[in-house]
């Protein structure tokens, strides 16, 4: 009681130095801390390298170095790099999954770890994902055992309006901040469909209950945004005057209005898409990627008109009726599409603590079927749905997903073809810093919930000599009375 | 043993019924028999009224019989699901469509999902055009429901395409309950759900009578639990239970042995740590070897080589797909036994997980899960190797039928790639 009286205090006396420091936005009240560490320089020598920007080199070296690609070619000196032999191994820019609930919905799922949906109102754009995040997760390692370098982190859709989400480096970390991808923007996490008028209509018994209910809530939400922004701005503008007060989900809203937030929209049907388009034309904004989006196919055309990606899952389908017309193909078509302003942009995402594991396979899944069904996609063009794409998605395609010299070193080695069952990332550098080495697990640090899980198989071997029968005569008798009366064969 | 023969006897039955003979043989395939044969290269495959009369490289072409050309690729059996919700789900968010779980009453055990299934179900042709012939169609314990579920149903994926509409292959093929956190769930704890089973199944044995004398309260079983339960505890049918924890598997084993239950487990993630306790007993399990996330407090343990762990140790397994129960994306166990293959594990030894021991396990193995003379003729043919992810069947036949490459998702592509503003560059 007395240390929390004396917590109070501080907290008083530091607001009254600053007289109102919360009264005006900080640029970044959660500034990373992200430092790879200091890592030498390493030649992958001899790999078959898919760049990410539809290019494959056939028995190329690279060269990281400073934790950027340093250069790419033919028989590059070494000049002191560690030397890896990467013959008949795959280089590819690390993989980048832009749906993720790692660490908001760790592993174990309980509700003491269930922290990725803020689903007490259908609008809550003032929460923010990595608030929520727990670095222990121990799927993170998990997904560096797969090549995943970056992820963005969302919270659920159970809202129509769900908070903020954030990009983060697949590391190692006590705190989130030291794992945010440094300068990358926020997102915004909006749901379509099923979800918020399910959690609202229909098991909280208000508002939205139906499809129009949904999108009469985004609009009423982006028209308060739109005025608060215009106070906002003009308030910036000549600083005169007490500043207007601040309402931290309104001024999500207003940074995506401003381009300075994400959208990243839930939504699986095709109609869903295009009134969402227009949505965000009204209020001009735009929709970075659809996820999910089971029926994308249908309007491929669309979304490359408006140059909106795809965040897609190989073949899920059915959990619910709006995944009911999903195709093998949906990644495939999305991709095929052309229009003046642009190619299709796919994405091959997770949204699954296990698919992101393998995202490659899922992948390599799209891959195939839309082979099958006619459509032309080289490996090198397809690998792209895993770095390139989702890094356009995110707004970082200036610093990695693509193997380009002066790109971050984000890149993994593979045993084969990343598109194959079999194949397992061997090596996987995060700005040039090896994070995971398959031939060394132990050098990785496990999370800390799984440290201990094995204590007693480590002190086992000192009791191996203890017969297994003494065991046995500490069990007590079991009274006749309540013992089973089995008298099975 | 003669009970074993009755089981598979309804399997026979079917066959009897076939109309029409018909012959046809397939050449030059590499032919994953399963069997002892193994792997046969430039094999022939001849399929005589639904069953498989001849294979081998030296088998002759029948008079008469124009031979499919496999040109080399990979003809493997049907793939055999061992826990799945097929035919007794659509959509698992459409309540109407979902009929998994009994929400009335806490045990179910007179439950037989054949008297619901759908051989119409959309998702059948979604996973049979990828190679899935069979499956166990099983109910699911629930919160607020049965802890024992019922009986589940082998069917055949070929639904109302089956010869003479005779899909449920083997009804009431095994009963389905909870331990571990599932029980925990939906009794209160876990000794709640121990005790509750033990209820139920000395109740069964007493002939309806609730432990003890019968004057201690009502009983708690139908005739019908109590009917289905005592073929349960005459070993007639197994029982499948859902646990993960090792020492929820050990109680499994417990309540097996009180019992003389016939024990299959379901989930098993800490399986490996209780291998010799499941080997002594010949007690099976159905497990998913691609979870390594301790995403229960039940599952800290899980570990993707665990299957290696369990042959070594002598343990009969087959692979089943947690997440979904192998219903939408039943398709997607071969997948699984492709990361079983990344994890060390013999490529035979993975197919056989997703054909012959599913088969084994549910008591099918002498018609069903390889190809050898007399077997039926569940095959697919695939245009490369089935465990790859980039592979799919050219052609698939359930019990000698040849199934249709055709789905509502098939329709679907086929209609919007004819929209597509960019034309395919075949």
Known sequence: MIRFVCLCAVLLLAACGDRNPAAKPAADPFPSTYKPPESGAVLIRGATVLTGIDTRLDDTDVLLSDGKIASIGKALASGGATVIEAKGRYLTPGIIDVHSHLGVYPAP????????????????????????????????????????????????????????????????????????FPDAKRSLKMACGENPKRVYGKNGGRSPATGMGNVAGYRAAFAKAASYRAKWDAWNDKKAGAAPDRDLGLETLA?????????????????????????????????????????????????????????????????????????????????????????????????????IQRLNQEAAKALAAGRRAGLAISDE????????????????????????????????????????????????????????????????????????????????????????????????????????????? | MIRRHLLTGVVIALLATRAEAELFAIRNAVVHTGGRAGTLTGATVVVRNGRIEAVGTDVLIPEGVTPIEAHGRPLTPGIIVAHSHLGLKEI????????????????????????????????????????????????????GGSLIAGQ??????????????????????????????????????????????????????SGGLRLGDGLNGDAQLSPLDVEALKRVLNREMPMVLQVERASDILAALKLADDYGLQLIVSGGAEAHRVAAELASRSVPVLIDPSRNLPAHFETLHVRPDAPAVLAKAGVKFAFIDSDDKGSHNARNLRQLAGIAVANGMRHDDALAAITLKPAEILGLSNVLGSIEPGKIADLVLWDRD????TSAPDRVWIEGREMPMVSRQTLLRDRYLKRLKAPPAK
């Open chain 2, 92 to 143: 698992d968010g459409v309540e109407e469509t979902n009929d998994v779980a009994s929400e009335q009453k806490r045990y179910s055990a007179g439950l037989d999902v054949a008297d619901a299934l759908n051989p119409r179900s959309a998702l059948l042709p979604v996973n049979r055009i990828d190679g899935v012939t069979r499956a166990m169609s099983a109910p699911d314990a629930k919160k």
């Open chain 2, 386 to 389: 089935p465990l790859e992810v």
């Open chain 1, 109 to 180: 799922g309980v509700w003491a770890t269930s922290d990725g949906n803020e689903a007490t109102a259908p609008t809550t754009a003032e929460v923010w994902a990595e608030h929520s995040i727990w670095p222990q997760d121990p799927g993170f390692q998990a997904a560096r055992a797969g090549g995943i370098t970056t992820l963005q982190v969302l919270p659920g859709s159970a809202n129509l309006i769900g908070g903020r989400g954030v990009v983060i480096k697949n590391v190692p970390a006590v705190s989130y901040q030291q794992m945010l």
């Open chain 1, 381 to 489: 063009h397809a690998i792209a749905w895993l770095t390139a794409n989702p890094a356009k998605a995110l707004g970082i395609q200036e610093k990695t997903g693509t193997i380009e010299t002066g790109k971050a070193a984000d890149v993994v080695l593979w045993s084969g073809s990343p598109f194959s069952v079999y194949t397992r990332a061997d090596l996987v550098w995060i700005d040039g810093a090896l994070r995971l080495d398959r031939a060394h697990p132990d050098a990785e640090p496990d999370s800390d919930f799984m440290l201990g899980a094995d204590v007693d198989e480590a002190a086992a071997a000192q009791f191996a000599a203890v017969p297994a029968a003494a065991a046995v005569i500490a069990v007590p008798e079991v009274p006749e009375a309540a013992a089973p009366t089995g008298d099975a064969p």
């Open chain 1, 255 to 355: 940074e995506v209005l401003r381009g300075n937030v994400l959208v990243q929209m839930h939504c699986y049907r095709a109609d869903q898409m295009a009134t969402m388009l227009d949505v965000a034309k009204e209020f001009g904004f735009k929709i970075n990627a659809f996820h999910h989006a089971v029926e994308a196919y249908k309007i491929a055309d669309l979304l490359a008109e408006t140059q909106t990606c795809g965040a897609l899952w190989a073949d899920w389908w059915g959990f619910k009726l709006e995944a009911w017309d999903a195709i093998n193909e949906n990644i495939a078509i999305v991709d095929a599409a052309r229009s003046d302003k642009g190619a299709g942009c796919a994405i091959v995402h997770s949204d699954d603590p296990n698919g």
């Open chain 2, 152 to 205: 589940g149903a082998i069917i055949s994926l070929a639904g109302s395409l089956a010869e003479g509409g005779n899909w449920i292959v083997k009804p009431r093929a095994a009963m389905f309950a909870a331990l571990g956190e599932q029980g925990r769930e939906i009794a209160g704890s876990r000794p709640a759900a121990f005790a509750a089973m033990r209820e139920a199944l000395e109740e069964a044995r």
